[in-house]
């Protein structure tokens, strides 16, 4: 009998918790630029960190946040995908309507 109470309050316990996280989780959501992902599909994705950043995902997120113009960083890059970055870019500006100019 001492088993089933046990078990019957941890259950509880985990219900409650579990509930506690699916409300955190709605709550305190980021929403995260989608562009960051699509100009990361665009690097060479070597994640060699010769461009300064910790890897591409970092250098995707510094293009897009506008703190990075210079793509020619980017050393294995070749300069067709960094042209289609600048062109992704141009025809997906920021949500207040401002273009970010990177320069190849």
Same mark, same amino acid.
């Given at each position: 009998?001492?088993?089933?109470?046990?078990?019957?309050?941890?259950?509880?316990?985990?219900?409650?918790?579990?509930?506690?996280?699916?409300?955190?989780?709605?709550?305190?959501?980021?929403?995260? *630029?989608?562009?960051? $992902?699509?100009?990361?599909?665009?690097?060479?994705?070597?994640?060699?960190?010769?461009?300064?950043?910790?890897?591409?995902?970092?250098?995707?997120?510094?293009?897009?946040?506008?703190?990075?113009?210079?793509?020619?960083?980017?050393?294995?890059?070749?300069?067709?995908?960094?042209?289609?970055?600048? *062109?992704?870019? $141009?025809?997906?500006?920021?949500? *207040?309507?401002?273009?970010?100019?990177?320069?190849?």
């Amino acid at each position: 009998m001492e088993v089933l109470w046990a078990l019957l309050v941890l259950l509880g316990l985990g219900l409650i918790l579990g509930l506690g996280l699916a409300i955190a989780a709605t709550v305190f959501y980021v929403k995260e *630029d989608e562009r960051i $992902e699509a100009v990361e599909k665009m690097l060479p994705n070597a994640n060699c960190g010769n461009c300064g950043y910790a890897g591409c995902r970092a250098m995707a997120e510094a293009i897009v946040s506008g703190k990075e113009t210079n793509l020619r960083k980017c050393k294995p890059g070749k300069v067709e995908n960094l042209q289609k970055i600048i *062109d992704y870019l $141009e025809q997906h500006p920021n949500d *207040d309507g401002t273009k970010l100019n990177p320069k190849i």
